[in-house]
């Protein structure tokens, strides 16, 4: 009898594990929280802007 209690609570502990792991799967990664310093855009100009801050303009080429 103490075999049966035996693989009975090891089924219990796999199904356990497995729920647990797709509990896991079900939630999905947690993206890094960015501290507020890094938040802003300090490397890349807004459009339409230079990197002086001077707006600038595109003339299309005339058609040949």
Do not use: E, H, K
């Not at 079900?26 to 960015?34: D, E, F, K, M, N």
């Amino acid at each position: 009898m103490s075999s049966l209690r035996c693989i009975y609570r090891l089924l219990l502990l796999v199904l356990v594990f497995q729920l647990s792991t797709l509990l896991l799967v079900i939630a999905g990664p947690v993206p890094p929280r960015l501290p507020p310093a890094t938040a802003t855009n300090v490397l890349r100009p807004d459009a339409g802007t230079a990197a002086g801050g001077a707006p600038f303009v595109v003339t299309p080429l005339p058609d040949r």
